[in-house]
């Protein structure tokens, strides 16, 4: 007999299948509609995107309107694990939040975004938290040392970028 989850398949939590849906959702609108490039441009380059036709301030609008969106959903989806409700229960994980993504390959200039490889970052950001936590780091070294990975993680792009730029030319 089969307790506490169907016979034959695995448990998946029900958290998993939100932020899948909301991963889905986000990689298709960057790589499959025209809303999607045309937020890549303007955050890559506003006066272009502004010469171009696209209508800047409307695409800024939109940009922040999905941020609080899946920031409200993750915190709701937070809320819901912990199973308590306050205003500061995402603190812990401004930092990670912020890492994930640089580590996934989104560049802070704008105009590059990797659902799979924001996925993949934070997914690596929890690895090194919870290797540093089984360490004995405590919280307050903890946030420290994602500070080191992300400064080392940003002047690795910088240098990269440094490298790069008299080629393209």
Same mark, same amino acid.
């Given at each position: 007999?089969?307790?506490?989850?169907?016979?034959?398949?695995?448990?998946?939590?029900?958290?998993?299948?939100?932020?899948?849906v909301?991963?889905?959702?986000?990689?298709w609108?960057?790589g499959?509609?025209?809303?999607?490039?045309?937020l890549?441009?303007?955050g890559?380059n506003?006066n272009?995107?502004?010469?171009?036709?696209?209508?800047t301030?409307?695409?800024?609008?939109t940009a922040?309107?999905?941020?609080?969106?899946l &920031? #409200?959903?993750?915190g709701?989806? $937070?809320a819901v694990?912990? *199973?308590?409700?306050?205003a500061? +229960?995402?603190?812990?994980f =401004?930092?990670p939040s912020?890492?994930g993504?640089?580590?996934g390959g989104?560049?802070? &200039? #704008?105009?590059?975004?990797s659902? $799979?490889g924001?996925?993949? *970052?934070t997914?690596?950001t929890? +690895?090194?938290r919870?290797? =540093?936590?089984l360490?004995g780091v405590?919280?307050?070294?903890?946030n420290?040392?994602l500070?080191i990975?992300l400064l080392v993680a $940003?002047?690795?792009?910088?240098?990269?970028?440094?490298?790069?730029?008299?080629q393209?030319?």
């Amino acid at each position: 007999m089969c307790v506490g989850q169907l016979c034959g398949t695995p448990a998946v939590p029900q958290l998993v299948v939100f932020a899948l849906v909301a991963m889905a959702v986000t990689g298709w609108i960057y790589g499959h509609t025209r809303l999607g490039r045309e937020l890549l441009m303007t955050g890559a380059n506003p006066n272009a995107a502004e010469l171009s036709g696209i209508p800047t301030r409307a695409r800024i609008i939109t940009a922040h309107l999905m941020s609080g969106t899946l &920031a #409200g959903l993750a915190g709701f989806l $937070l809320a819901v694990s912990t *199973g308590s409700f306050k205003a500061s +229960i995402g603190a812990d994980f =401004l930092l990670p939040s912020f890492l994930g993504p640089i580590l996934g390959g989104t560049l802070l &200039a #704008g105009g590059v975004v990797s659902v $799979l490889g924001t996925a993949l *970052g934070t997914a690596v950001t929890l +690895i090194i938290r919870q290797g =540093l936590d089984l360490m004995g780091v405590g919280l307050g070294n903890l946030n420290i040392y994602l500070g080191i990975v992300l400064l080392v993680a $940003l002047s690795f792009d910088r240098v990269r970028g440094m490298l790069a730029g008299p080629q393209r030319r």
